[in-house]
């Protein structure tokens, strides 16, 4: 006898599977195999060996977006199954792709993004600017953001700025293979990045100019900060013929993840004939709390 595993199964699929009853589990051989009957295998005990051995002998009809491969391993799907699954629907879907003769010359306009730093009192605002963030992420903040167990601080390895769009008709059908924000399943809404500049060196405490130490908090136990030093402008190609729904923010890199630490959410925003988003980024903390503000400028 067979033992059932133990899975936690997605919302999605359990209607499907109440209706399993164990003379239905294999579908008729004819009949395309899709994401529900994998699962359904697997709550009936079938054998990882054994559902291999029917996705490779039958007509398939997989959803393999990100999300829903994120959904299978949640719900338990061994990796050989879900390499299986690919395997079988490239070849039984292969994606033309076609090569150019020639480079593909974009057909949107360019869209300038100028970035000013903090505003002077009685200067114009910082060029370039700069950001500085505590190289170690606390504890309970990383754990905020779901990343880590909360035990300890966690190294942060980058800084940077995004200009990024919610309009669901410019959001990518796979927008989280395609946004370095794509793996933040926090605080990052559906996008589609429009630009994107990171990085980051090393500095001590002692580094930080005197202007930007008032607006910095200090630890006791100092590991110093990342220093970013941004550019005057990007630029991005994006279709101008109708408004946007812009977040313009920061976000930093910890493991393997850029998360979302601050935004500035415009929706239906109008870009000018002059093809010019102006934007204002700069450190701004108190002395319990550290702050970072990234705004558009009307």
């Not at 997605?10 to 009853?21: G, K, M, S, W, Y």
């Not at 060996?49 to 009809?61: D, F, T």
């Not at 057909?107 to 009192?121: A, C, Q, Y």
């Not at 995004?162 to 309009?167: I, K, N, P, Q």
Request: negative net charge; aromatic residues 6%.
């Amino acid at each position: 006898m067979i033992e059932a595993q133990r899975i936690a199964i997605p919302a999605r699929f359990v209607a499907a599977i109440v209706l399993v009853v164990a003379p239905g589990v294999f579908a008729a051989d004819d009949a395309p195999m899709r994401n529900e009957d994998v699962v359904r295998m697997l709550v009936a005990g079938i054998d990882a060996s054994q559902i291999v051995a029917q996705i490779r002998s039958r007509p398939v009809e997989f959803d393999l977006s990100e999300e829903m491969v994120e959904e299978l391993r949640i719900a338990g799907v061994p990796d050989e199954v879900l390499r299986a699954m690919e395997e079988r629907h490239a070849e039984l879907h292969p994606e033309a792709r076609p090569v150019p003769d020639e480079p593909s010359v974009p057909e949107t306009p360019l869209l300038v993004i100028e970035i000013e730093g903090s505003p002077s009192e009685a200067e114009s605002p910082e060029r370039p600017a700069v950001l500085y963030f505590p190289a170690l992420l606390p504890a309970p903040a990383a754990q905020a953001l779901q990343i880590g167990d909360g035990s300890k601080d966690l190294p942060v390895k980058a800084i940077a700025i995004f200009l990024a769009c919610r309009t669901a008709i410019h959001v990518p059908d796979y927008w989280r293979s395609e946004s370095p924000l794509g793996r933040d399943f926090v605080s990052m809404p559906r996008h589609g990045m429009v630009a994107f500049h990171g990085g980051g060196e090393k500095v001590s405490a002692a580094d930080v100019p005197a202007g930007a130490s008032k607006r910095l908090r200090r630890s006791t136990d100092d590991a110093g900060y990342l220093r970013l030093e941004l550019p005057d402008r990007l630029e991005a190609q994006i279709d101008l013929s109708e408004p946007h729904d812009f977040s313009f923010g920061v976000a930093i890199q910890v493991e393997d993840r850029f998360l979302r630490i601050t935004t500035d959410d415009r929706d239906a925003f109008v870009i000018g004939d002059d093809r010019v988003v102006r934007v204002r980024v700069f450190n701004d903390s108190t002395e319990d709390t550290f702050g970072i503000r990234a705004v558009f400028i009307d």
